[in-house]
């Protein structure tokens, strides 16, 4: 059943890129792209799950195995889990130097409307 | 405009366009993410392979951290100095005006763009100088209630006070030594998956908790620029450092070149571990900026010939540090 | 040195201007002329060590790296694999060595500026240059995703690096937006082709795809070339282009044109001749329809502006279709013209955005109608600028004619008569569009300037550099040929070369051989075809440029940041659909 979290995965993101194609305030233009952030983190954690996996972690097996057995069970995929990180960090960075953006532009503009911040055009 | 005017509603057409579009993408991703395996393939050569390496090559018990800082630690390398361009362009972005010399044409069309895009606040409009009067009023010290430990029950919260009532501050004090070392044990001997990078977030979090609760007076005096924005570029230098030490003693970029230590143990994982504590002062350093970068936002980006007046001061980290550290003309 | 030897200092020219990006901020707080040294040594390190590959490289061979010793088991590589060939030696010869000479131009530039401004600046310039290296230099996929990720996050403060100019920031948070919808759209890619492969490795992706390609393999294609496209801003995914190169300083949108944005179609390149196996009609005629869109649509925009700057943006955007429509042949001249304009373009386009860089942040003028008589108050300028000119409108002893020449001949031999002419077209107009440029420097000064200051030692040093590097280019098209652009062509197409190495820790590639008559007779001719045609161009736009008509086909740009995105998504489902659903109809 982990297809539902993929099509759900797959679902957020739309969403969040409606957000950015409709949404004329640009703080929700930035919801919409942490929204499609997080649909990111979904689907790989879903792609690194199998049926009835562990979590690559090689501390405590279960009885009967040693750990360097464990490496050849059932487990969750840890290069996926290992790109998630790399997401999660990508994430945070991209909506710091979103807000800040945001803050400044709202200085000068005066406003949040993506409508009136076109300044630049043609 | 006082007011921000409420948005106007969106144009019907856009809605439509949108909701086309995005349902466009999301029908060709589903068709993409259908024909996928559904948890019942077998583990990739490659994830396999970072389980099977763990153990024997690096002693440890912790598979992602190893693929994280290990294996595909170049990766995380690129990763450290993704990090350092948004602290860096966070810092840009919220940096206060500095004294700049002669001529600067970008200045002069910079007055005129704003002329056109906001004609009020050249002349620094009411709306203008409320910001600078609300700012100037938080920065201003002695003026403001150390904490609404006095106040009458009951009555409005003291907004502008320096700190939090006395039994926030004593939740805290007790809890932010557990919470630092909680975040040093995540990189010493946790078993977490990414070690230095969680281990940073906690970090981040002691100092937001100090300084929501205790005021910026418990955390101005190491809360400077002059001193993190060394600490942390000085962490970047020393992950490259890691990596060319590898290439000079094990013959290649970002290979191990420590002893390693057994699994489970303080120093396993050899230069993983080096690799992850550095990355703590990475992230705990980087993203202590870029929220003070954040928080001391000041407003004196106008383009006013009378420059040298800094009012935009507030009581973050970034602003107040500058101040002093920044030249004069 | 022997190539394992050789091989293992690839990492170093990415290292090293990252460790300069590190000591940067430091040096330029404790001593002004220290930040000129750091900056600018780290990238002619960087150069260095290049340059010691390159011969190995250039004669045919791939220097392949696997980092931390994780070489192939069982041909499957869990590490991080650098697989140099000589198209990404090229291009990362060209970001290092002409993104020292930008940054020369830099540090003198902002002498003026404030110490930490003008520190954490280089800083960025020197992550986004490394990113840019390292992207080229990898032969790994979530590798390259890190790379554009750092050149990306580098890029949005560099835009808005002029606090005051609102527009500055308005342009960082159309980047922001449309970069970002890229990076998730190549992280998606990404993911889709592990699940499916178990494979992050170029060469070990190349083989599984070879066994068997579906139709998700294929939306992968398409995601990653809209990624990509939107990094090269082709037309429909340009909206962020002109405006970030318009407000950005001068040097920041050199930067941007002649390497950030040359980045993208670099790796276009590598993702459809080297990834995916025996490239189809439909994604070759993709890009072609990309291309020559871009080409044209581009220079179009670009003869409608007034802003200098931002008409050598749109101007970008049609260079830019050119390389796609290079790129579209697949034929050994036709990637031969694309890897030698890719060059020219780094060079001219640097060229002309340094100049305009230096007459705004001189001037404070930044429309062509108020830069009137510039030939006389700033004769150095406008010489570099008009070589720059003459170099874009392929004017013989400059490098854009051998480059142009080489795409031409492509298009002709594959007998593709309707690019051909839309591609002369586009040619055409941009020589208009230049010239309309050049011309305005000349006339008669109206209202005097703000102020205009000499230009500095550095900034004139960095001008003649690569004015000299366009003349030479231009004028030993043979040697380049030989010994540069015929292995970078040969390494591009040579896909299962590069997939042996990149697998085997190195490997051979076998040059082809291109013919190129200079003296073409047809390419001669059509050079004084173009300028004829652009004459009236130049007029018609100067006469109409208030006309309802011109108002209507500026007003596609709308400025909006959600119709931007539009564009892309559209661009995307366009693409999507041309790699994906055409091969099932078929």
């Excluded at chain 3, 109206?446 to 960095?462: I, K, Q, S, T, W």
């Excluded at chain 3, 040697?479 to 042996?500: F, G, K, M, Q, R």
Aim: aromatic share 8%.
């Amino acid at each position: 059943m982990i297809v539902v979290n993929y099509i759900a995965a797959m679902i957020l993101f739309a969403l969040g890129l409606y957000t950015v194609l409709t949404r004329r305030n640009i703080l929700k233009i930035v919801m919409g792209m942490s929204l499609m952030e997080a649909s990111g983190y979904l689907f790989l954690l879903s792609l690194a799950y199998r049926n009835g996996s562990t979590a690559p972690v090689l501390v405590t097996p279960p009885h009967g195995q040693s750990p360097a057995r464990l490496a050849d069970g059932n487990v969750a995929d840890p290069v996926l889990q290992n790109f998630c990180l790399t997401a999660i960090v990508i994430g945070v960075a991209v909506t710091g130097v979103f807000l800040a953006v945001v803050v400044r532009i709202a200085q000068h503009y005066r406003t949040l409307d993506a409508d009136r911040i076109r300044d630049m055009r043609g | 405009m006082s007011q921000p005017e409420p948005f106007e509603r969106e144009p019907r057409h856009r809605l439509v366009r949108g909701l086309v579009l995005s349902g466009g993408v999301a029908a060709a991703l589903i068709a993409a993410v259908l024909s996928l395996p559904r948890g019942n393939n077998p583990l990739p050569g490659i994830a396999r392979r970072a389980m099977t390496v763990a153990l024997p090559d690096w002693h440890t018990t912790e598979p992602v951290s190893e693929v994280v800082y290990g294996t595909r630690g170049f990766d995380t390398f690129g990763e450290t100095f993704l990090l350092l361009a948004a602290v860096v362009g966070v810092g840009l972005i919220t940096r206060a005006r500095e004294p700049r010399r002669g001529f600067i044409g970008e200045q002069l069309a910079g007055r005129r763009e704003q002329r056109r895009t906001d004609p009020a606040q050249v002349q620094g409009s009411t709306d203008q100088r409320q910001a600078e009067q609300a700012e100037a009023g938080e920065s201003g010290r002695g003026r403001r209630p150390a904490s609404p430990d006095n106040e009458p029950l009951g009555a409005p919260g003291l907004e502008n006070a320096e700190a939090m009532t006395v039994v926030v501050r004593a939740a805290v004090r007790t809890v932010a030594p557990l919470l630092t070392m909680a975040g040093l044990y995540l990189v010493a001997w946790g078993y977490t998956p990414g070690g230095g990078f969680p281990g940073g977030a906690v970090a981040l979090g002691v100092v937001m908790l100090t300084y929501v609760s205790l005021g910026y007076r418990r955390v101005e005096p190491w809360l400077r620029p002059g001193v993190i924005e060394p600490i942390e570029l000085g962490g970047a230098l020393a992950i490259v450092l890691i990596g060319a030490l590898g290439l000079a003693l094990s013959g290649s970029f970002s290979a191990n070149f420590l002893p390693l230590a057994p699994a489970a143990t303080i120093r396993s994982g050899g230069v993983m571990q080096a690799f992850s504590v550095v990355e703590l002062v990475e992230v705990a350093t980087g993203l202590v900026l870029a929220v003070f970068g954040l928080l001391g936002m000041g407003h004196d980006w106008e383009p006013r010939d009378s420059g040298t007046a800094r009012t935009g001061r507030r009581a973050g980290g970034r602003s107040a540090g500058r101040g002093e550290h920044g030249e004069r003309p | 040195m022997t190539a394992a030897s050789l091989a293992s200092l690839v990492p170093l020219p990415v290292a090293i201007p990252l460790a300069g990006a590190a000591v940067a901020p430091l040096a330029a707080r404790l001593y002004r002329p220290a930040l000129t040294v750091v900056s600018v040594l780290a990238l002619l390190a960087s150069a260095a060590v290049l340059v010691v590959i390159a011969p190995t490289v250039y004669g045919g061979h791939v220097l392949v790296e696997y980092l931390g010793k994780w070489g192939p088991v069982n041909g499957q590589v869990l590490g991080v694999t650098f697989g140099v060939d000589a198209w990404g030696l090229t291009f990362a010869l060209v970001a290092a060595s002409i993104g020292a000479v930008l940054l020369i131009f830099m540090v003198s530039d902002q002498a003026t500026l404030g110490r930490r401004e003008a520190g954490a600046s280089a800083c960025l310039f020197l992550l986004l240059d490394a990113a840019l290296i390292g992207g080229a230099l990898t032969a790994d996929l979530f590798n390259l995703f890190v790379w554009f990720e750092v050149a990306a996050l580098a890029s949005y403060a560099l835009t808005a690096f002029f606090l005051e100019r609102p527009p500055a920031l308005e342009a960082a948070f159309k980047v922001l937006v449309l970069t970002n919808v890229a990076s998730f759209l190549i992280f998606i890619a990404t993911a889709l082709l592990y699940t499916r492969h178990g494979a992050l490795n170029l060469g070990q992706l190349h083989d599984a795809l070879v066994g068997h390609t579906d139709s998700a393999d294929l939306i992968a294609l398409g995601l990653l070339i809209a990624g990509f496209a939107t990094k090269a801003g082709l037309v429909p995914f340009h909206g962020w282009l002109p405006d970030a190169h318009t407000v950005a300083p001068g040097p920041i949108s050199a930067l941007f044109s002649g390497l950030m944005v040359n980045f993208g179609i670099a790796t276009i390149g590598r993702i459809v001749f080297s990834l995916y196996p025996g490239t189809g009609a439909q994604v070759l005629g993709l890009l072609m329809v990309l291309g020559l869109v871009s080409a044209v649509g581009g220079a179009i925009f670009a003869l409608l502006q007034d802003d200098l700057k931002r008409l050598l943006a749109y101007d970008t955007i049609s260079q830019m279709g050119v390389l796609a429509i290079g790129l579209a042949t697949a034929s050994p001249t036709g990637l031969a013209g694309t890897a030698y304009h890719l060059v020219n373009h780094a060079l001219f386009k640097s060229l002309l955005f340094l100049c305009a860089g230096a007459i705004v942040h001189a001037t404070g003028a930044t429309n062509l109608s108020n830069m009137h008589g510039l030939a006389r108050r700033m004769p150095w300028l406008v010489g570099a600028f008009t070589v720059g000119a003459a170099a874009i409108a392929g004017i013989p002893p400059l490098n854009g004619y051998v480059s142009l020449g080489l795409i031409h001949q492509a298009l002709e031999r594959g007998h593709q008569t309707v690019p051909y002419v839309l591609t002369l077209l586009a040619q055409a107009i941009t020589v208009a569009a230049l010239g309309k440029a050049v011309l305005a420097f000349f006339r008669r000064q109206r209202n005097p300037y703000a102020r205009d200051e000499r230009l500095r030692p550095g900034m004139r040093a960095a001008l003649l550099l690569i004015a000299g590097a366009c003349l030479t280019l231009g004028v030993a098209p043979e040697w380049v040929l030989n010994n540069l652009i015929e292995p970078a062509s040969a390494a591009l197409s040579d896909a299962p070369a590069y997939t042996h190495a990149v697998l085997s820790g190195g490997g051979q590639v076998d040059p082809h051989r291109i013919s190129y008559h200079y003296l073409n007779p047809l390419e001669l001719a059509l050079l004084p075809a173009t300028v004829v045609l652009a004459a009236p161009l130049i007029w018609l736009a100067r006469r109409y440029r208030d006309s309802q008509a011109i108002r209507r086909v500026r007003s596609v740009q709308t400025g909006s940041v959600n119709d931007y995105a539009s564009y892309l998504v559209v661009g995307l489902l366009v693409t999507v659909a041309s790699t994906a659903l055409v091969p099932l109809v078929r």
